[in-house]
């Protein structure tokens, strides 16, 4: 419905909306939104609120920031707009007033090594042209361009490594891990396991190699045939026969079983890891490669000639290796007009003076924004892989603060996640410069600290998922006071009671002594055990270094898991990413407290839709029984697997389960739309059929956990799990919903109810980082109450934590810090929160006192 009832016609419509100054929502349907109307300030930060799932992000990103790429890419050429990650068109009436979007979105970071710190601010380009223009040339060697200073071009790249700074190869100890063992009993772990492993020992007896001696006794030149030679030597093979048979049936010249072609250890890893589209074979393979510096560039991934350039007596891989910080330092002397800085300036022309100064300075006005955003301890080598969501998209945000855009909206999603309080004043700093360079400002933030910040709020809810999507409030701040089904009221206004309780005794303490990563030096630390422990201190302090490595690694390796109990692993192995840090530290005490180690993260349950809630859980192992044991089930000779959307008897043969279909529009976004056949069921008309308490399979898994615990009231088998996912505040998720469809709190939340429904055995060590990430504080309380549950239980629950309500619970913290980068590392304080509060060198105990007075 237009908001002016005096508009002629739309154009007429739309310039109202342009002068009035606001951003008209009507219709809006997009996920759970139940046909939202607001109007929404340009030039203002507006912050959306509400419990996890209620709906913000579907009208931040899913409406507003969707709407706005559809109307940028119709005016690209439809060929370039293939090259776009379209998001789908939005489920909304008309949006007018909306200007063009830039989105800045909480993800991982990009899957390789090759993607920086220094790519993704484009600082590299910078600094490359620096080196290409002002560097220091030994001499008689010729000019450089800007290309040859990067790892990731042909000109740059070292050749013996591809630019990547190591070379993987194998070696006869990664091949045969225990040479004490004969080759008939596998000494060559590196070949494939089953008939082909077998028909290669089997070509070796025709060959005459003895496979019944110990592998360490055999003559070093057999060795290293069978495992390095390039040779495939094609020979009959006995297959069944003892070496002594198969020498007479040789001399016989008897009919082989069939003729046989050997592959050495080496050739076959190297050729599988290059060519197989297995991912779990590659992973295979992959656990037997080993990785080196590379010797030619000494793992700085470029060319002699492009190392041997210098700036401020570095080359360009040392300069990158810097902290942002120290960089800042480095450059600085190089922006200023007059006087001389070092010998070198001699030997430079005023040409290259001239352009020494414009890009020092323009690499020291960049790397301000940086700095002030509390990211002065990364480094421009610093690989995205390892940056966390919050620290990539504070990247990104400082980038384009620097671009200077006018007139355009930025929807950011949780631009605090990851921050300590104390970075967070410099967050609202960068959002104010970009609201002061007439731009609009839509966040998507749960930290009350930004909320305080807001010129106007959109508070959606009540409630998560169905029981959510409708408009609350939009406004300004303090109209929300007013608005009682709003849960964020009680927490912006001081309503809700701080969790005060006194801290349980610790029952051990886990001991650490001599750990080293990153900014860790040597640093010894005491885990109390039987207690939940928040690790405090600024970003980049070293905080997850500590826990979520060194911990997780030193724990793992004592109990024989080597890490954690992960709920996720990698499909696929990179061999870019999965660079093993050297682990340096031990535990001096306490592994008697500690029988077992699960680490909870928000990494998602799956990445298809056919992974969801109630596979994850193991729910779905129960209602599938369920459904088999009915009469009509058995009547039909009907098993469990027949009520699985995964296998091919039970399954609507036209989607092959998946429910929907997708339609190419080839310029357009890809549209998926429910499957004609089975029309979203997912399984074929026969399965259907069979009914449990009046429902069919299809309509159980489209039922609510709320729903499901009414109607499989009195079933042990599920009743249990259902509970479980009430308590942590997902009984608003449906069973059947796609594992693509939920948040990183939800994933970790759903994680954290499958360790719950476990019998508790105690001693058991967990461990989370930041798990209210993403967690709207009410949410956060009721996690904070299941962890407690763990702890009761005669579990140990170690957390990284910046949200102070949740460290203000907690039985102990450790503080690291003060500083982040060169200036943390070390254990600030460490003690029950009271105590920790009254520390004053603590960065975090001002913010602490807060919430415990």
């Known amino acids: 419905m237009p908001s002016n009832k005096n508009a002629k016609n739309p154009q007429q419509h739309v310039q109202l909306a342009v002068e009035d100054g606001y951003v008209h929502v009507r219709g809006a349907r997009e996920h759970n939104l139940k046909n939202v109307s607001l109007d929404i300030p340009r030039g203002a930060l ?51 007033g909306l200007p063009p979007a830039v989105a800045l979105q909480q993800q991982r970071g990009t899957p390789t090594a090759r993607s920086s710190v220094g790519s993704v601010s484009t600082l590299s380009n910078s600094l490359r042209m620096l080196y290409s223009r002002a560097g220091d040339y030994p001499p008689g060697q010729e000019l450089l361009y800007a290309e040859s200073f990067s790892p990731n071009t042909p000109q740059g790249a070292c050749p013996r490594c591809s630019g990547l700074g190591r070379i993987y190869d194998v070696t006869e100890q990664s091949l045969v891990p225990d040479d004490s063992l004969t080759i008939r009993e596998r000494a060559v772990a590196a070949w494939p396991p089953a008939w082909h492993g077998q028909n290669l020992r089997d070509i070796l007896v025709t060959m005459g190699y003895d496979v019944d001696t110990p592998w360490r006794d055999l003559p070093k030149k057999d060795r290293d045939w069978i495992l390095f030679t390039d040779e495939t030597p094609t020979v009959p093979v006995y297959a069944g026969l003892t070496p002594k048979e198969t020498k007479a049936a040789l001399k016989r010249k008897d009919t082989p079983s069939y003729q046989g072609t050997f592959t050495g250890a080496r050739r076959y890893v190297l050729q599988t890891f290059a060519n197989t589209e297995s991912a779990s074979m590659k992973k295979r393979v992959a656990r037997y490669m080993v990785s080196n510096a590379c010797p030619e560039c000494e793992g700085k991934r470029l060319r002699r000639e492009s190392l041997s350039v210098t700036f401020a007596g570095l080359d360009i891989a040392e300069l990158s290796r810097q902290p942002l910080e120290k960089l800042a330092r480095l450059i600085k002397p190089y922006t200023e007009t007059e006087g001389k800085v070092d010998k070198a300036d001699a030997k430079l022309h005023n040409e290259q003076l001239i352009v020494r100064r414009r890009i020092a300075a323009d690499l020291a006005a960049r790397l301000e924004v940086l700095l002030a955003m509390g990211l002065g301890y990364l480094a421009l080598e610093r690989s995205t892989p390892t940056l966390s969501p919050g620290e990539l998209q504070r990247l990104r945000l400082a980038t384009q603060v620097r671009s200077s855009l006018f007139g355009v909206v930025y929807v950011l999603d949780e631009p605090s996640a990851g921050l300590h309080p104390a970075d967070t004043e410099a967050l609202l700093d960068a959002l104010a410069q970009l609201k002061a360079a007439g731009n609009s400002l839509f966040v998507v933030e749960h930290a009350l600290d930004v909320i305080r910040q807001a010129d106007w709020l959109v508070d959606v809810g009540p409630l998560a998922g169905e029981r959510g999507g409708e408009i609350l409030y939009s406004g300004v701040p303090e109209g929300l006071r007013k608005v009682e089904e709003s849960q964020t009221r009680r ?302 239980a005669g579990n140990t629950v170690v957390v990284v934590e910046h949200t102070m309500r949740v460290v203000a619970g907690s039985d102990w913290v450790i503080d690291i810090g003060p500083g982040a980068g060169e200036e943390g590392g070390k254990v600030v304080a460490s003690g029950p929160p009271q105590e920790v509060a009254r520390n004053k060198v603590s960065r975090t105990a001002p913010y602490l006192r807060k919430h415990l007075a």
């Open 491 to 792: 927490y912006l206004f001081n309503e809700a009671p701080a969790p005060g309780r006194t801290p349980r005794e610790p029952t051990g303490w886990l001991k650490l002594e001599g750990v080293r990563r990153n900014n860790l030096d040597g640093l010894a630390v005491d885990f109390p055990l039987g207690v939940l422990t928040s690790v405090t201190g600024v970003s980049g302090s070293g905080k997850s270094s500590l826990v979520s490595q060194v911990l997780v690694e030193l724990v793992g390796s004592a109990l024989g898991q080597g890490g954690a109990v992960e709920e996720e692993q990698s499909e696929e192995p990179d061999l870019e990413r999965d660079e093993a840090l050297p682990l340096e530290g031990r535990i001096v005490a306490g592994m008697e407290g500690v029988k077992r180690m699960v680490r909870v993260d928000q990494k998602p349950i799956g990445r298809t839709p056919r992974s969801n809630l109630a596979t994850y859980t193991g729910l779905f192992d129960g209602v599938r029984k369920l459904f088999a044991a009915t009469p009509d089930a058995k009547k039909r000779r009907y098993d469990a697997g027949r009520f699985s959307f995964n296998v091919a008897k039970g399954r609507c043969e036209h989607c092959a389960g998946e429910g929907f279909v997708m339609v190419e529009l080839l310029f357009l976004p890809s549209v998926y739309a429910p499957c004609p056949t089975c029309e979203g069921a997912r399984y074929n008309a026969k399965t259907l059929e069979v009914t449990y308490r009046g429902k069919n399979i299809a309509e159980v898994l489209g039922m609510t956990v709320g729903e499901a615990i009414d109607f499989f009231a009195g079933e042990p088998l599920v009743e249990r799990a259902l509970e479980v996912l009430k308590e942590v505040g997902l009984d608003y998720l449906r069973l059947g919903q796609p594992a693509t469809e939920l948040s990183g709190g939800e994933a970790q939340r759903i994680k954290l109810a499958t360790e719950l429904q476990r019998a508790t055995r105690g001693n058991t060590l967990y461990v989370l980082d930041e798990p209210t990430t993403g967690l709207h504080p009410v949410d956060a309380d009721r996690l904070m109450v299941q962890l407690n549950r763990l702890v009761d």
């Open 46 to 96: 507006v912050v959306f609120t509400g419990v996890s799932g209620s709906g913000k992000s579907s009208l931040a990103f899913g409406t507003l920031y969707a709407e706005a790429q559809r109307r940028y890419l119709e005016s690209v050429s439809p060929y370039a707009r293939r090259l776009f990650h379209q998001m789908p068109v939005p489920e909304v009436d008309e949006i007018e």
